[in-house]
């Protein structure tokens, strides 16, 4: 009775290395604020081993360092408004071009305008599938990252977004997120890995939540739709519990690619093309 639990945790083990060690390419995790963009990157690095590029992250980052962009932004983002296009290309092609990025990487909070999403697939176009036809025909091998961005949307109503954004508190040491209402941490206000004092995000307030919201009801819903139109676009329920979102998430990225534009097959699974 012990083998085939141990052929199971050895096949278990192998599926894991294999996750880790293969292309994945472009995710691009869409979503309204507090929708578990942030949540659900940190469990795709884990399970792919790819890094999480959050534009949000990169932003706060800048604010804290005090460079240009950086108190560029600041008052922006305290807001709720979005950065402008033209100070976000810079940052996120930088982010991009390292070298953690080849098997591929998961995009959370970019694109987030129409023409973010353009620039984006341009980006990708030059920079990635160009390069990798001529590494594939230089080297004769497959270049890490020739695989198109599998774009997922996270679906939450509206009130489950307010409690989940009100009640949002993250470690400033190691970037864990927890939830007041929903993940609490296991010593009230302290990070169960490193004990620091988690803190509120600046645009958590009541009165920059409704800001963020309504920009992503004008702006953000036309990335939807330009990524809908291209019929790449997979739709899921967020509004379940962490682990039962990730799991749908992990199943539309491992079949992703299967057909030979690299879409995703809507019809089958628990994803659907909205
Ligand atoms: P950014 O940092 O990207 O914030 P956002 O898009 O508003 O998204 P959030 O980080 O608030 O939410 P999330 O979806 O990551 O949710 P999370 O996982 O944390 O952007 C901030 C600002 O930067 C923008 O307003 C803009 O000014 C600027 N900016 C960034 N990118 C830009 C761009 N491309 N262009 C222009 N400007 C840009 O989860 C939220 C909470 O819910 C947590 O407490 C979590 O524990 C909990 N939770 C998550 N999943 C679940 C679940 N399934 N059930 C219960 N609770 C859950």
Same mark, same amino acid.
């Given at each position: 009775?012990?083998?085939?639990?141990?052929?199971?945790?050895?096949?278990?083990?192998?599926?894991?290395?294999?996750?880790?060690?293969?292309?994945?390419?472009?995710?691009?995790?869409?979503?309204?604020?507090?929708?578990?963009?942030?949540?659900?990157?940190?469990?795709?690095?884990?399970?792919?081993?790819?890094?999480?590029?959050?534009?949000?992250?990169?932003?706060?980052?800048?604010?804290?360092?005090?460079?240009?962009?950086? *108190?560029?932004?600041?008052?922006?983002?305290?807001?709720?408004?979005?950065?402008?296009?033209?100070?976000?290309?810079?940052?996120?092609?930088? /982010?991009?071009?390292?070298?953690?990025?080849?098997?591929?990487?998961?995009?959370?909070?970019?694109?987030?305008?129409?023409?973010?999403?353009?620039?984006?697939?341009?980006?990708?176009?030059?920079?990635?599938?160009?390069?990798?036809?001529?590494? /594939?025909?230089?080297?004769?091998?497959?270049?890490?990252?020739?695989?198109?961005?599998?774009?997922?949307?996270?679906?939450?109503?509206?009130?489950?977004?307010?409690?989940?954004?009100?009640?949002?508190?993250?470690?400033?040491?190691?970037?864990?997120?927890?939830?007041?209402?929903?993940?609490?941490? *296991?010593?009230?206000?302290?990070?169960?890995?490193?004990?620091?004092?988690?803190?509120?995000?600046?645009?958590?307030?009541?009165?920059?939540?409704?800001?963020?919201?309504?920009?992503?009801?004008?702006?953000?819903? *036309?990335?939807?739709?330009?990524?809908?139109?291209?019929?790449?676009?997979?739709?899921?329920?967020?509004?379940?519990?962490?682990?039962?979102?990730?799991?749908?998430?992990?199943?539309?990225?491992?079949?992703?690619?299967?057909?030979?534009?690299?879409?995703?097959?809507?019809?089958?699974?628990?994803?659907?093309?909205?």
């Amino acid at each position: 009775a012990i083998f085939p639990r141990r052929e199971i945790r050895v096949k278990g083990a192998i599926s894991m290395a294999n996750d880790t060690a293969r292309n994945v390419g472009p995710v691009i995790l869409l979503g309204p604020p507090g929708a578990g963009k942030g949540t659900q990157s940190k469990r795709i690095v884990d399970r792919y081993g790819v890094p999480q590029i959050s534009t949000g992250d990169l932003l706060r980052d800048h604010v804290a360092r005090g460079t240009e962009l950086g *108190l560029e932004a600041k008052a922006i983002m305290a807001r709720g408004e979005l950065v402008p296009d033209e100070l976000m290309y810079g940052i996120v092609a930088n /982010r991009l071009r390292e070298a953690d990025c080849q098997r591929g990487f998961v995009l959370d909070g970019f694109p987030r305008t129409a023409a973010q999403a353009g620039w984006l697939d341009a980006f990708l176009e030059k920079e990635v599938f160009d390069k990798g036809s001529e590494k /594939r025909s230089d080297k004769g091998s497959e270049y890490p990252q020739n695989c198109p961005p599998v774009v997922i949307q996270l679906l939450v109503d509206y009130t489950q977004l307010l409690l989940r954004l009100t009640g949002r508190r993250s470690c400033p040491t190691c970037g864990r997120l927890y939830n007041i209402h929903f993940q609490p941490p *296991l010593v009230d206000e302290l990070c169960d890995v490193d004990g620091s004092k988690l803190v509120i995000r600046n645009d958590d307030r009541e009165e920059v939540i409704s800001g963020r919201l309504a920009a992503y009801e004008t702006q953000t819903r *036309l990335v939807t739709d330009y990524y809908r139109a291209q019929r790449r676009l997979v739709a899921i329920n967020a509004d379940r519990p962490v682990e039962e979102v990730t799991a749908q998430i992990f199943g539309v990225i491992d079949s992703h690619g299967n057909d030979s534009h690299g879409r995703v097959d809507t019809r089958s699974g628990t994803t659907t093309q909205s």
